[in-house]
């Protein structure tokens, strides 16, 4: 296991590691006493999209799965990086299996961010929604320079002079990243809407108390 990032907030804790073992999420379960089941969704990491939630001595935890993509250098194509966050009202748990160096970044700014600013109820409800709005962001940014490398592959064929097998490889390359990009993303729609319903159920407070995430689970669909 490589510890990533370790945070202690006035109300709670957040952790995030990659590529763990059976170990150490045993060891963190033995530490957090997460639900059993939640142990092999961390070790398996399956990439399957899914939101579930399960009591908990303190209240109840939410486990979220979903994928994001990694962009693998060596092939110049996008894998699946499958990524879960468990939310309870005194931790927060995410893994991925593959590194991110925008986590890192991110670390110092959560580090120094007041989660208690505004809803004291939703601490940790609001560090997932800006992890999985960091993770959405970087994604996006990955397809809209995809899209702007095909125009101008596209561009480049309608000229005699550049019309090399180089070029219709470097184009067919991105366009099987861009069909990858959208395969990862079109089911996180019902996923994000599933989610919304959960945290309204586990939060089980009024209306209001819960406008916010739900205006943040409508944002980040409103990003895909």
């Known amino acids: 296991m490589v510890l990533m990032i370790r945070i202690e907030q006035p109300q709670f804790t957040w952790i995030h590691i990659e590529n763990p073992t059976r170990q150490s999420i045993e060891a963190l379960q033995q530490e957090y006493h997460f639900h059993e089941l939640m142990v092999e969704d961390l070790v398996e990491l399956s990439g399957e999209n899914k939101v579930e939630y399960y009591n908990e001595d303190d209240g109840q935890a939410v486990s979220v799965l979903m994928n994001f993509p990694k962009y693998d250098n060596d092939s110049e194509k996008y894998i699946h990086n499958p990524f879960i966050i468990i939310v309870s009202p005194k931790y927060i748990i995410s893994v991925s299996k593959h590194t991110s160096k925008d986590m890192d970044k991110f670390a ?57 097998r180089k070029t219709l490889e470097d184009l067919m390359g991105k366009k099987i990243n861009i069909v990858v990009l959208q395969h990862i993303f079109r089911p996180q729609r019902q996923l994000l ?14 209306k209001e108390d819960t406008e916010d995430i739900h205006m943040y689970v409508d944002d980040l669909d409103a990003k895909l």
């Open 108 to 164: 110092h700014i959560a580090e120094h961010k007041n989660y208690l600013q505004g809803d004291d109820s939703t601490p940790t409800f609001d560090l997932m929604y800006d992890i999985i709005d960091l993770m959405y962001d970087k994604s996006i940014k990955w397809l809209k320079k995809s899209s702007h490398e095909i125009l101008t592959l596209q561009d480049h064929l309608e000229k005699p002079s550049m019309l090399t």
């Open 193 to 206: 809407h599933e989610l919304k319903w959960v945290i309204k159920t586990v939060l089980d407070t009024d």
